[in-house]
Structures are given as C-alpha cells and as structure tokens.
C-alpha cells in the first residue's frame, strides 16, 4: 500500500470558522509534510514532522496549526483563514526524514475554498 | 540551496521523446536530483531520481553529465496521458533534505 489519502477532497470555509484537514499514510512513514499549491504555482512546503514532532515550520501563519497525533495521522487545524488561503493543500510522507534518497508519496490534495 | 531552471513549457506530439533539461548550477556535492510529475487537482508523483551518469526505469531516464551543473529527463514515445507538469528538484543534507518545488515545465502531448 503506497497510498496517501486525504480527506475531505473539497472544503468551503468562511472566515470565521474553524476547520480541520486530515491526512493518513499506513506506510510505516515516519516524515510527514504539508505542501500549499496556488493555481499553477509549484507546491510550497509548510511544515514536516519527524516521528511525530514537528521538524520544520517554514514561517507559516499561526491560524495555521499542524497536529501528528500518531505516526500515520497528520491533522492542519484552520482557524481565521483569509481568502487567499484559498490553495490545495497536499500531504505528503516519506520513510525517514534524513535520506535524500527515500521517496516522498504525495495525497491527492484538499482544495481549500476561504469565502 | 541549489536552485532550479527549466523550460516553462515543451509541445509534444504522440509517440515522440521528451527531453526537459534543467539546470542546477549551485548543486551541493550530497545533493540528487529528482523529478515529479504533477496531473491537474493531484499530488506530485515520483518519476525517476539520480545522482550521476544515468538512471533508468520503466517510465524514464535521466541523465546527468559529470560535472552534475545540469540534467535531463528523457520520456521515451509519450502519449497524451503524459501531458502534465513536470518539475525538477535537487536536494539532500544541504537544504535539510526538503523538497524545493522550483517552477516546473509544462509538458502538452497532442495527436
């Protein structure tokens, strides 16, 4: 099983609401990304975790708020998002974070709609 | 941080090779280099990944001279399922082993 899912596959959220997304690898993954993608812009990385601590927070926004409960469970918790937020918003995982030569699998995204 | 530049967009048509060549002048001696492909509204998806001379699978092969500065993805008699961009990215110990997305190509194969 070399599958990333995610859910939900769509989200309209206004501005005032809080939402989750939810990512789940059973790859036995022990790095988990989050990646934003704009409109025919490349995925911009936002945060990885590494045995389910955060490793790497690109200087995103604090109304963004990554969760890894467990090792094949990876949360992004949405609170007072703006409209250009409004992005797909993909999950990834890999092996182990240290090795350049470890596959990332990405999931087929959540397409964030802010009102 | 090694960075990338490529073609912004390459025409194909059916049963044609692709060639994407993309240029990594700064790469770090640890760093490979990988290529994704990414359909519209979908995840990347790993293509092929080397570090020198050249690397073959069933979808591709990459080739990459001695002095690393450059590499080129071959896609052997594409089809229209093929169409898609495609992005090159070098990476390893030296940026933290992140994947850096640089603009990618946009690869359309017509009939």
């Known amino acids: 099983d070399t599958e990333v899912t995610q859910t939900p596959k769509h989200l309209v959220m206004g501005m005032t609401n809080k939402k989750s997304l939810k990512c789940e690898q059973h790859m036995g993954h022990r790095a988990m990304y989050w990646y934003k993608q704009k409109a025919k812009k490349p995925p911009e990385l936002m945060f990885v975790y590494s045995y389910e601590k955060l490793s790497i927070n690109e200087s995103v926004p604090s109304r963004f708020s990554p969760e890894c409960p467990n090792s094949s469970l990876l949360n992004l918790h949405l609170h007072a998002l703006q409209p250009e937020d409004s992005a797909l918003y993909l999950c990834a995982s890999k092996p182990g974070l240290a090795s350049s030569t470890d596959t990332q699998y990405f999931g087929p995204g959540t397409r964030l709609t802010v009102l | 941080l090694a960075k990338t530049t490529q073609p912004i967009s390459m025409d194909s048509y059916e049963g044609q090779e692709v060639n994407i060549t993309c240029s990594h002048n700064n790469i770090a001696t640890n760093d490979y280099i990988t290529w994704y492909q990414q359909f519209p509204s979908q995840g990347p998806r790993f293509i092929i990944q080397?570090?020198?001379t050249k690397v073959t699978n069933e979808v591709a092969s990459l080739f990459i001279p001695a002095d690393r500065k450059s590499s080129t993805l071959s896609l052997p008699r594409v089809s229209l399922s093929d169409t898609a961009v495609y992005y090159c990215?070098?990476?390893?110990?030296?940026?933290?082993?992140?994947?850096?997305f640089g603009a990618g190509t946009t690869v359309t194969v017509r009939a």
């Open positions: 990215l070098v990476g390893g110990r030296s940026n933290d082993y992140k994947l850096s």
């Open positions: 080397g570090y020198k």
